[in-house]
């Protein structure tokens, strides 16, 4: 009788085990949070969509990172912020989950802001911040500078200019191309106009874009646009033409 009572002790613990196992396998497979999608933000990127959610999960699963349907616990958040700090057109990323089963992703893209092809040979992109970005397919139209600019000239001197150029919408549609001749003066060939603009060194180039504005307005509005081989504001407070022959 007692071996019987046993027995079916026995029979009744082992079922409950069961029960117990599935029902706690059950349990834990739905605490289990998959990722259901990327929540991308970006910041700086003030002219061109050159980063977006396509590309940035392109990159993702190239490095085996890919996080949607992964689990959320088993991403590795860290990975993904240097993976996508290491793109050339990422400033800085910030990754972190959300209480939503989304992955919240923070990228402060970088802006290009001229195309640089100088006389060594060398083509090379200066974005907002003066930094050199060598990558060479971006699809965006940007002024080209030419000539005798190494890349520290590059991130100081010629990005003033072209930071000034840009605050203008007049002088960002007239402005073709930007050339620095080989004893630094820097040139701008518009694309109105058969003349050459030379300002001289970066100084004072607001002051320079203004007095070729008012010359722009007053003189050639009257004797025409093709009068003058060239127009220089390289002097303070002078605008020197010179008349073709």
Same mark, same amino acid.
């Given at each position: ?12 613990? =082992? ?12 349990n834990r497979h739905?605490?289990?949070? =998959? ?71 923070? =990228? ?43 890349? $520290?000239?590059?991130?100081?001197? =010629? ?50 874009? $203004? ?15 093709n009068k003058y ?17």
């Amino acid at each position: 009788m007692v071996k019987k009572i046993l027995s079916i002790l026995t029979v009744f613990l =082992l079922a409950g085990y069961m029960v117990y196992s599935v029902l706690g396998m059950t349990n834990r497979h739905e605490d289990v949070r =998959l990722c259901s999608g990327v929540d991308l933000h970006i910041t700086d990127s003030l002219h061109f969509d050159l980063i977006d959610e396509d590309m940035v999960l392109s990159l993702l699963k190239e490095h085996s990172l890919d996080p949607i349907g992964s689990p959320l616990e088993a991403i590795d958040v860290e990975a993904i912020e240097q993976t996508l700090a290491l793109h050339p057109l990422v400033g800085k990323a910030q990754c972190y989950k959300t209480g939503g089963d989304m992955l919240r992703i923070n =990228l402060s893209g970088k802006v290009p802001l001229v195309r640089v092809l100088n006389n060594r040979g060398q083509d090379f992109y200066v974005d907002s911040h003066g930094e050199i970005l060598s990558q060479h397919s971006l699809a965006v139209q940007l002024p080209v500078a030419t000539g005798y600019i190494d890349r $520290e000239f590059a991130s100081k001197e =010629l990005l003033e200019v072209v930071r000034a150029i840009d605050r203008s919408e007049f002088w960002k549609a007239q402005v073709e191309q930007i050339n620095v001749t080989s004893d630094k003066q820097i040139e701008l060939v518009p694309r109105v106009g058969d003349h050459l603009l030379i300002l001289g060194t970066s100084d004072n180039i607001e002051d320079k874009l $203004e007095r070729l504005m008012n010359f722009y307005e007053k003189g050639l509005d009257n004797v025409g646009w093709n009068k003058y081989r060239s127009i220089s504001v390289a002097y303070e407070n002078q605008v020197v033409c010179k008349k073709r022959k």
